[in-house]
């Protein structure tokens, strides 16, 4: 089974509206964290903004938000007064530890690609 | 400025060749990945390594070798072993391992077997 799913392939928004990314996760371990990050056509990845499973309030940075819903297993990014130079694939990532492993690793969904219109 | 470097950006190569991929960090991170990209697919792990001399298999380590012989670099061996190595490899690294800490990417390498 997906650890990370991301349903959406494509969305389309226009300037200046905002835009939600769904990404629902699955894990048993109570001790995780969720990401996002963007990656642009040039390949890099940029990380956006951290929501751990013990936070109690969603994460926020500038114009993007974390809408963390942990009894529905869903962490969907929310991006307000979306812009031009926010066209870009979208992934949802999710840390945890593995079993018996002091150590964890972070896994991707399959990604949201965004483009914004003027 | 501190980061991560991935080297080289593009590399074509010719089936049944063993090709090096380089990645080193300025960040003084203990923990560094490879990361595997296809088109339309998220990022797959392919090897970890938390300090120097220590390194895992993630999901998808068939056909690939690493090492870890010091804290700034990660190289990964992409071998003849590998039946589809044509992909986008990403290099990261991390603070820790713990479950707070995002990982910092490089700009990837673009391998294309021909």
């Known amino acids: 089974a997906q650890k990370i799913t991301q349903t959406q392939p494509g969305m389309f928004v226009q300037e200046k509206e905002a835009v939600t990314l769904d990404c629902t996760y699955d894990?048993?371990?109570?001790?995780?964290?969720l990401f996002w990050y963007k990656q642009p056509s040039s390949g890099e990845m940029i990380f956006l903004i951290y929501q751990g499973s013990y936070d109690q309030q969603n994460a926020t940075e500038g114009r993007y938000s974390l809408n963390f819903q942990k009894a529905r297993k869903s962490a969907n990014l929310v991006i307000s007064a979306s812009q031009l130079g926010d066209s870009a694939m979208y992934f949802c990532?999710?840390?945890?530890?593995?079993?018996?492993?002091?150590?964890?690793?972070?896994?991707f969904g399959k990604g949201t690609m965004l483009l914004v219109s003027p | 400025d501190g980061g991560i470097t991935q080297s080289p950006k593009y590399l074509f190569r010719k089936e049944g060749q063993n090709v090096t991929l380089s990645c080193e960090q300025n960040?003084?991170?203990?923990?560094m990945y490879w990361y595997r990209q296809d088109p339309g697919q998220g990022l797959r792990l392919i090897y970890y390594?938390?300090?120097?001399?220590?390194?895992q298999k993630g999901d998808i380590a068939e056909g690939y070798s690493v090492s870890r012989e010091k804290k700034e670099s990660f190289p990964l061996t992409v071998t003849s072993a590998q039946k589809n190595p044509t992909a986008f490899y990403l290099c990261?690294?991390?603070?820790?391992?713990?479950?707070?800490?995002?990982?910092?990417f490089g700009e990837g390498s673009r391998l294309t077997v021909l």
């Open positions: 960040l003084n991170h203990d923990a």
């Open positions: 894990t048993s371990d109570p001790s995780y964290g």
């Open positions: 390594s938390q300090i120097v001399n220590d390194f």
């Open positions: 990261a690294s991390s603070w820790t391992s713990m479950n707070t800490g995002e990982l910092f």
């Open positions: 990532a999710m840390r945890e530890a593995p079993l018996n492993s002091g150590y964890s690793t972070l896994t």
